[in-house]
């Protein structure tokens, strides 16, 4: 039962233009409102509704690694998810340190490159370009949070989806230290 569940929760992530392997006839087309943003959030990366992820960390907590790819002063001003269990700042400059990073912790929770991976960032732009480069180094099973924290801001400046305006849970200023380790996943209060 706890299998179908899974199933029926990761099935309702939305994907778009995915590669070969991540290809799910059950899964819909991205939903944007904004056709700019659905074009570079959508492009090859599946995207995972806040909803859904919050949904599938409640039924099932070790069916989902959600990692948060800010840095932590970005985390620590802006807030993060109260479902995150890990803090992995995203760098073009150490993408050898990030996968690694993101290796030991979800080995930490005990799972490995087939284990499903959400990323959540400011509105999905760091996301993505995390996950392709965590799907090149292997990771089958990679979405980004659709929105992430913030949402995707349109030609005014007003910002839609996300995690906030979905009205999931988060920590407005959590202590981002105990997230930075590998190994070590987030205390919830």
């Known amino acids: ?35 700019a943003a659905a074009a570079l959030r959508c492009s090859g ?3 995972i509704a806040p909803a859904t992820a919050h949904a599938l960390k409640l039924a099932q907590p070790q069916a989902l690694v959600l990692i948060d790819v800010r840095p932590a002063e970005e985390v620590e001003t802006d807030g993060t998810a109260t479902d995150v269990d890990f803090i992995v ?27 499903p991976v959400a990323l959540l960032c400011n509105a999905g732009v760091r996301a993505q370009r995390a996950a392709h480069v965590l799907q090149a180094a292997g990771f089958r099973r990679v979405w980004v ?13 007003v910002r839609h989806g996300g995690w906030k305006a979905a009205g999931l849970p988060w920590d407005a200023h959590p202590d981002a230290e105990p997230l930075l380790l590998a190994g070590a996943p987030k205390a919830k209060h």
């Open 145 to 157: 949070v659709a929105g992430g924290m913030e949402g995707v801001a349109d030609a005014h400046g």
């Open 1 to 35: 039962m706890k299998r179908n569940a899974l199933a029926v929760l990761l099935a309702a992530a939305v994907t778009v233009a995915a590669p070969a392997w991540a290809k799910d006839p059950t899964v819909e087309e991205c939903p944007s409102p904004l056709a």
């Open 89 to 115: 700042p995203w760098s073009l400059a150490r993408l050898s340190a990030f996968v690694q990073q993101v290796r030991a912790d979800v080995a930490a929770r005990g799972g490995n490159e087939r284990t």
């Open 45 to 47: 990366v599946r995207q």
